[in-house]
């Protein structure tokens, strides 16, 4: 990741939370995403999906719109906090963060 890009926000981690959930659901590699985004016209190869997989890369706003596509669900579905933490369910209490799904309701400066 770029020093110019910054750490992932709340936004960039519940992307990156739901790509891996949606994934394993269809229980698709890198690899099954990777040709699925090819067909739609995008390229994130699979090394760089890994990458985001892990918080080290941030998805652009045409890789979300394709991968959006690519795992058919609304673009707002993969800015949301994941619903499915048993432990928080999405929202954890203001200020916190959740040790499970790393879903955070942290203060805003």
Known sequence: MSEAAGPLGAAGHNVRRNIRRLREEHRWSYRDVEERLLRAGRVIPAL?????????????????VALAMVFDVDVDDLLRPPA????????????????ECETSALPTA
């Open 84 to 99: 499915a933490c048993r432990t928080c369910h999405g929202a954890p209490p203001h200020g916190f963060m959740c040790m």
């Open 48 to 64: 760089a999906q890994s990458a985001i997989d892990a918080g080290q890369r941030h998805v652009d706003v045409d890789d979300l």
